[in-house]
């Protein structure tokens, strides 16, 4: 059986109490959800999400939907912050080493700019494999700008799960992470194809 593209519960469990604030509040009713959600969706925000369970990414991207629209006025900008959150979130929880490690980077020490350059591609060599620990799907990479030789891309393959809510909470995400170095907005993301997805930096450093 194919396996189910999957979101950890850690970033999982914030899109869930974020639809549950807004039921509570009266923004949206249960039956209007329909409008986003799937009948089985609505089981979830009565069950307590585990931090290290791994839940079904489609339903993620249709609560970050639900989110948007409501919450949001529809603006994509919201799911950046949505994005923006997260990354926040587990820094605080301290729940992975990639993140901690963003305390430390090999980048902010360097002042001649090939070797800042240089020590940024290995600082985002490390932490991308923090997307094995988030996502059970899709294989992330760094790669040297062809049009840019002192700008990264990360590459995002298998990415078809990757929808574009997705894409653009996770815009916000690695702009977060970004700016715990003094690096403001320094990514945005498109899709090459289907199943590709590109984050590219906005400037050289």
Request: aromatic share 10%; net charge positive; with cysteine.
């Amino acid at each position: 059986m194919a396996r189910v593209p999957s979101i950890k519960g850690s970033v999982f469990g914030g899109v869930v109490e974020a639809v549950k604030k807004l039921l509570a509040e009266g923004e949206v009713s249960r039956e209007q959800t329909g409008r986003w959600l799937e009948q089985g969706d609505l089981v979830l925000l009565d069950a307590a999400i585990s931090v290290a369970g791994w839940y079904d990414v489609r339903i993620f991207s249709r609560m970050s939907e639900l989110l948007r629209d409501v919450a949001g006025g529809g603006s994509n900008e919201y799911l950046r912050r949505l994005g923006r959150e997260s990354a926040r979130r587990l820094r605080d929880a301290g729940l992975y080493s990639q993140i901690e490690y963003l305390q430390n980077t090999r980048t902010s020490k360097e002042t001649e700019r090939r070797a800042r350059f240089e020590a940024l591609g290995r600082d985002l060599a490390r932490l991308t494999t923090l997307s094995g620990s988030i996502y059970n799907f899709g294989k992330w990479s760094v790669v040297i700008d062809p049009q840019h030789p002192l700008r990264y891309v990360i590459v995002v393959s298998d990415a078809a799960a990757f929808s574009d809510v997705i894409c653009w909470r996770a815009e916000g995400f690695i702009n977060q992470m970004a700016s715990y170095r003094d690096h403001l907005d320094l990514w945005t993301w498109r899709r090459v194809r289907p199943d590709l997805v590109h984050f590219s930096m906005t400037r050289d450093l």
